[in-house]
């Protein structure tokens, strides 16, 4: 198929573009490191070894690019369909109560009962707590970033109260539920121990990471391989086309909103289950959000999300090392190097787009 003089490939739309984006985003976070007097050059080359140099780094970097997996998915879908779900983070802390009560409640049942139950668990928490703004929104008119933002506070407030005065043993100070002792079975390292004998490096990469590329490949298929994923890309592209092809726009918001919830709440499979195996006080920390970052770098293909997530991964986990080896570095100017990544592969994705296009077509003229 022949691109159109204006359309500029897939691989440089997808690809090349956002590779520059990064580099800019780079170079403008060398210049910051340079204003308080380090060598960028060296913190780029802590923060490469510390997430990638060894098996622990990798180990960490796959379990933060696990929880955004989940959460970038849960936007990309919503937007798909010309929603804009910013309820991950409130989802994915009601989707962690979901896992803990049936974690909790039937830890007497084998683990290999419990385990999938808290998942469908979480997943159908994550997917009731994003489905009734969908239905505010299908039924009344409510705006859904307006509603999945207040939903959010209302999670917050909700687990708190949750924790403190339900799942929280007598006697206990710490903010957070008694161990949910089958969810061990998660973790790499303590399967390697205990039915292997062996020692694997320490990190919190647990057997979530295998449902974020299951998550990511059920996405791709219901978007691009079924009737209700063609019904919500076409519902996005034109409501009123869609409405006219005989699409029940309502039906959409709502489904739509569930499988966004549900794909959210799965991030709490990540940490309730297979990391601190309890129900703890701000386990979310702030990955909802980061989601929608990763959705929008990730172009919401399910492909580009799961890069994403592994670069936001790396920023992550590199950034923790560079904190620690250049204490003047803190932790609140890698934030700074990660917002500063956002801002040009986000938010400012296309202003290199047109000097590229220039640059292409006047080469392809040639």
Do not use: C
């Not at 800019?24 to 210049?31: D, K, Y």
């Not at 298929?221 to 009737?227: A, C, S």
């Not at 560079?322 to 956002?342: C, H, T, W, Y």
């Amino acid at each position: 198929m022949m691109k159109s003089r204006g359309e500029l490939p897939n691989w440089v739309d997808v690809g090349l573009i956002p590779l520059i984006n990064l580099a800019v985003a780079l170079v403008v976070s060398g210049l910051v490191v340079v204003i308080i007097g380090e060598n960028p050059f060296e913190a780029l080359w802590i923060m490469l070894d510390g997430a990638v140099g060894s098996i622990k780094g990798w180990g960490y970097l796959l379990y933060y690019a696990t929880n955004f997996v989940f959460t970038g998915l849960a936007v990309a879908v919503a937007f798909h369909a010309g929603l804009f779900n910013i309820g991950g983070e409130g989802q994915a802390y009601m989707a962690g109560v979901g896992a803990a009560a049936v974690g909790l409640g039937l830890d007497f049942l084998p683990w290999p009962i419990v385990i999938p139950l808290a998942v469908l668990a979480s997943m159908a928490v994550g997917a009731f707590w994003a489905w009734v703004p969908g239905v505010l929104q299908a039924k009344r008119g409510s705006h859904v970033v307006i509603t999945t933002i207040m939903f959010n506070f209302i999670a917050a407030s909700l687990v708190g109260y949750l924790i403190n005065y339900w799942f929280r043993p007598v006697g206990k100070m710490a903010v957070e539920s008694r161990e949910i002792t089958g969810a061990y079975i998660m973790s790499f390292r303590e399967v390697a121990r205990e039915f292997f004998g062996m020692r694997v490096a320490s990190s919190p990469l647990n057997f979530s990471v295998f449902l974020a590329i299951a998550a990511a490949f059920a996405v791709w298929y219901l978007l691009w391989r079924t009737k209700l994923g063609y019904e919500m890309r076409a519902l996005g592209a034109n409501p009123s086309a869609a409405v006219y092809a005989g699409i029940k726009p309502d039906r959409i918001i709502i489904l739509t909103m569930a499988i966004s919830g549900a794909l959210a709440g799965l991030m709490a499979v990540n940490e309730i289950l297979g990391v601190q195996h309890r129900l703890v006080l701000g386990f979310v920390g702030g990955a909802g959000f980061v989601g929608i970052a990763v959705a929008l770098m990730g172009r919401s293909h399910p492909v580009g999300i799961v890069l994403a997530a592994m670069l936001f991964g790396l920023l992550y986990q590199g950034g923790s090392e560079l904190s620690f080896a250049k204490p003047e570095i803190n932790r609140d100017m890698v934030v700074v190097i990660q917002g500063l990544v956002i801002l040009f592969m986000g938010a400012l994705e296309h202003v290199f787009r047109p000097w590229v296009a220039a640059i292409f077509f006047r080469t392809e003229d040639k």
